[in-house]
């Protein structure tokens, strides 16, 4: 046995790059057991993957917690939002999953836009302005390009319901993922049956919403994971509203991750409608709502420069000048599906920091021009903002956000804010506790503060002037694509 103060329990994110598991001690926050296992995503125009490597990789991971997962006594899976699961009568996937970063939906997205409504009637209804990152677009472009996949589709779900149903056998999800689909209306907290209707999916092939606080089931016994037969599921949720749960946010907390996704967000009690489909009006995983604005191009992408500069992440030079868009995979804020990467300023004198510098400006700047749009008015302007996601640990992140927001920066130590969130979500299904209030139980954001520096406004303004300037070139895309 363990020597935790409380129960144990599980919180899993499976997100784009890896799955990991931790198992907590609920009384006290502390992490005792956890475990890492990475993905595979395909390459090219196509981001998929193969469900069935998910669950291959959450037995991994919880293979690696030993004992400990077997003692736990509830579970929670955060994942990444978004994907198309499409299951067939046997529950096997029919395809590999088209996952949120997959910008082929490009087309079908401004079709849904055009054909139904308008962009404020789609913002008005479900929250969202149809993106080729969001789940209807992904089902519209599968129902036209792979016709025959989409007949033979019996059950359609996101990352984190297909692991759940895994463990329980119940095809479930939770409003928060919901929120993220396109066709969940936001008003009523229900499935919409005209959207649903106008992209040919049967409702009945969607998963039960499961309330916040509710059980979405129990583990069932035949398994190849290390949890016991018995065990309580929560609902789980998408990977930011987990986080949210695991930094216990309150409104007016504004934060930033930077993982393979960038993306800024703050909890609201307003539901949101952006009609300019800047910041996608998602629901929290409790009550109120996660206005959120995501970038396709964070991490990867800027690691990506390094790597052809021949340079270490850490190598960056300061530069006046020099604008790097890294836009490589397309790019979702600014909306801009088909574009690449795009370099203005180069001379003589510029270093290979310089462009590196340049490269994690760009990727910040898109970020930064959603922080306000993401908070409510009356939002405190000096509230740090909590940095989380791999990209955290990083001083040239850290100190890019810093020059750019001119903000007081929060890293919080503790590293797997989405697994902890999901772990806080399991632990209030115990203990009959808010889940962020679980978190904020636990100090979860505890860590250190950099102190504001003015804002870097010409750095900002020249980055907007070349991405206004250079419009045609970035929604024209290129060839080999
Ligand atoms: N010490 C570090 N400094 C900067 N970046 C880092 C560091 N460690 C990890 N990363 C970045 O974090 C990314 C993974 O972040 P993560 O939030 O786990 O991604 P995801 O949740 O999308 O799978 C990697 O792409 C890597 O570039
Ligand atoms: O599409 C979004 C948010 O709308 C992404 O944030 C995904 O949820 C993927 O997250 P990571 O794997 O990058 O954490």
Not at 4 to 12: H, I, K, T, Y
Not at 75 to 98: C, F, M, N, Y
Not at 364 to 390: C, F, Q, R, W
């Amino acid at each position: 046995m363990s020597a935790a103060e409380g129960p144990l329990v599980v919180g899993v994110d499976s997100s784009t790059q890896s799955t990991k598991a931790l198992v907590v001690d609920a009384a006290t926050g502390q992490v005792v057991a956890s475990g890492h296992a990475p993905h595979t995503v395909s390459s090219g125009s196509r981001r998929e993957s193969d469900p069935r490597r998910w669950w291959d990789a959450l037995c991994e991971a919880l293979r690696q917690c030993g004992d400990a997962a077997h003692e736990a006594a509830a579970v929670s899976i955060g994942g990444q939002q978004h994907g198309l699961v499409t299951l067939d009568d046997r529950g096997e996937p029919v395809r590999p999953a088209l996952l949120w970063n997959d910008v082929r939906s490009a087309p079908q997205a401004r079709r849904l836009t055009e054909e139904l409504g308008g962009a404020k009637f789609w913002a008005e209804r479900t929250g969202l302005v149809p993106a080729a990152s969001f789940t209807v677009t992904k089902w519209a472009w599968l129902a036209e390009n792979e016709p025959e996949a989409a007949r033979a589709t019996k059950a359609v779900r996101l990352p984190h319901d297909y692991l759940t149903e895994r463990l329980t056998g119940l095809g479930t999800t939770d409003r928060g993922d919901a929120s993220g689909t396109g066709w969940w209306a936001s008003g009523t907290e229900a499935y919409d049956e005209e959207i649903l209707a106008r992209v040919e999916l049967d409702p009945a092939l969607l998963p039960r919403v499961v309330r916040p606080g509710e059980v979405a089931g129990t583990v069932r016994g035949r398994h190849d994971l290390p949890l016991a037969e018995g065990t309580l599921v929560a609902p789980g949720t998408g990977d930011n509203a987990a986080a949210a749960l695991g930094l216990g946010l309150r409104p007016g907390m504004p934060v930033m991750s930077l993982g393979t996704s960038g993306t800024v967000y703050a909890v609201s009690r307003h539901r949101p409608a952006d009609p300019s489909g800047t910041v996608a009006g998602f629901a929290d995983a409790r009550g109120d709502w996660l206005p959120l604005a995501c970038t396709l191009n964070c991490t990867l992408a800027v690691d990506r420069v390094a790597a052809l500069l021949g340079l270490d992440r850490e190598a960056v030079e300061p530069g006046t000048g020099v604008t790097l868009l890294p836009y490589l995979d397309g790019e979702r804020t600014p909306n801009l599906p088909h574009a690449s990467g795009l370099l203005h300023g180069l001379r003589h004198d510029t270093t290979a920091g310089q462009l590196l510098q340049a490269a994690y400006d760009g990727a910040v700047h898109s970020l930064l021009g959603a922080l306000d749009l993401v908070l409510d008015e009356d939002a405190d302007p000096s509230a740090p903002l909590l940095l989380i996601g791999g990209g955290a640990r990083g001083r040239a992140w850290q100190e890019t956000v810093r020059r750019l927001s001119g903000r007081p920066v929060q890293i919080p130590e503790a590293r797997e804010l989405v697994a902890l969130g999901a772990a806080a979500q399991a632990a209030g299904l115990l203990t009959g506790e808010d889940p962020a209030a679980v978190a904020r139980r636990w100090n979860t954001t505890a860590g250190p503060v950099l102190d504001a520096v003015e804002r870097d406004e010409a750095a900002l303004a020249r980055i907007a002037g070349v991405v206004s300037d250079a419009a045609p070139l970035l929604e024209r895309g290129t060839d080999t694509q």
